[in-house]
């Protein structure tokens, strides 16, 4: 027997070429929707995290300070700052960070073991031209010390998730500036850090222990961290809800310098001033908070209104010893009470000195 088909049944159809296109169209339209909304939480879950890590290094320096009488230094042995024979120069060069301190307190205590702290963490002694610039001292050797390869440690405390640039700090063949230990080829590379000390950046690398020698007749001048500083939270006078004690900045490779490492201190790694000194040779010298620019005759970091490899790059500061950070709009202060607080990047440099300074007696503040 034959089977009838019944009139009324029709096979079944699929999507037309018109119908397909425009559900991928709705879709694409409603990924385009989302995606913002995905890198926005991304950001915020970023910066929550970038927050948190700044605020848990403030509080291990106030930790330090319960345990040892004053904060941590910024650093300590400098061997690239200016010092002539018989100077203000450390005689032991070590090029400490002032960060090894605080390893025992950001549950970093087997690695703190590790070190020796009498001896060189970075082998860097020179000025660009190779000529030694703290004549008074003498590298803590032989070298490479125990401490060196160590310096090469991925710490998560000292991480910012916004932050996607390079953070391996590689040496040169002599002089090495910015890695652990020259030369190129065989040396030993450190880690980049994107949260480090308030100091006033370029008088510590232009006069070893500037907080101790040229501070003590200029208190005012003074930022609560230095080389061998040794500052106790009742020192600062303008009050620590009032004044910034550690900042972030990127890691990228400045304009003119590197970014700071954790663990040592090289070539102009020697804290971060959000003050007009370090932003005085920009475009803009005004701004002391996420400043691109450098001056237009650099072939990098040119003007804002310069084009192609000369035009400014977000996350690329200008200058060694700047304040910056990927987060929209500004950075981020760990104030001396161990609040963190998001600064905007128009506020003037001017006032950015200002709740730097410990005994400086302005009326300061910032949103």
Avoid at 2 to 13: L, W, Y
Avoid at 138 to 159: D, K
Avoid at 338 to 362: C, D, H, W, Y
Wanted: net charge positive; hydrophobic share 35%.
């Amino acid at each position: 027997m034959v089977p009838t088909v019944s009139p009324h049944r029709r096979a079944r159809g699929g999507f037309t070429l018109i119908e397909l296109l425009v559900v991928i169209a709705i879709i694409a339209v409603l990924v385009g929707l989302l995606l913002p909304a995905v890198q926005k939480v991304r950001e915020a879950a970023a910066r929550m995290s970038c927050s948190n890590k700044l605020k848990q290094l403030a509080l291990a320096c106030h930790n330090y300070e319960s345990t040892n009488s004053y904060l941590p230094p910024s650093g300590s042995g400098y061997g690239f700052c200016a010092s002539a024979a018989g100077g203000t120069g450390d005689k032991v060069i070590t090029n400490k960070s002032g960060w090894i301190y605080v390893l025992p307190y950001i549950e970093q205590d087997p690695l703190y073991k590790q070190l020796n702290l009498n001896l060189a963490f970075s082998d860097v002694i020179w000025d660009n031209g190779g000529a030694v610039r703290n004549n008074n001292g003498t590298i803590a050797g032989p070298l490479p010390t125990v401490n060196m390869p160590l310096m090469n440690t991925v710490l998560q405390s000292f991480i910012c998730p916004s932050d996607p640039g390079p953070r391996n700090s590689t040496p040169q063949n002599q002089p090495n500036r910015y890695g652990v230990m020259g030369p190129a080829t065989g040396g030993l590379t450190g880690q980049r850090t994107n949260y480090d000390f308030v100091t006033v950046a370029g008088n510590d690398f232009n006069t070893c222990n500037w907080w101790d020698v040229t501070g003590n007749s200029n208190l005012a001048a003074r930022y609560m961290f230095g080389e061998n500083s040794k500052t106790k939270l009742v020192d600062v006078k303008d009050g620590t809800s009032n004044t910034f004690m550690l900042s972030e900045t990127t890691v990228e490779p400045r304009c003119n310098g590197w970014g700071p490492a954790w663990g040592y201190r090289a070539w102009v790694m020697s804290g971060l001033d959000p003050g007009p000194a370090q932003v005085a040779s920009s475009a803009d010298p005004t701004k002391g908070i996420n400043n691109w620019t450098l001056i237009a005759s650099w072939t990098t970091c040119g003007n804002p209104s310069s084009t192609g490899t000369a035009a400014p790059k977000t996350g690329r500061l200008g200058n060694w010893g700047q304040v910056g950070s990927y987060h929209t709009g500004g950075a981020m202060f760990a104030m001396g009470d161990g609040s963190v607080r998001f600064v905007n990047e128009n506020t003037p440099a001017a006032l950015l000195k200002q709740m730097s300074t410990i005994v400086g007696g302005e009326v300061a503040a910032v949103n």
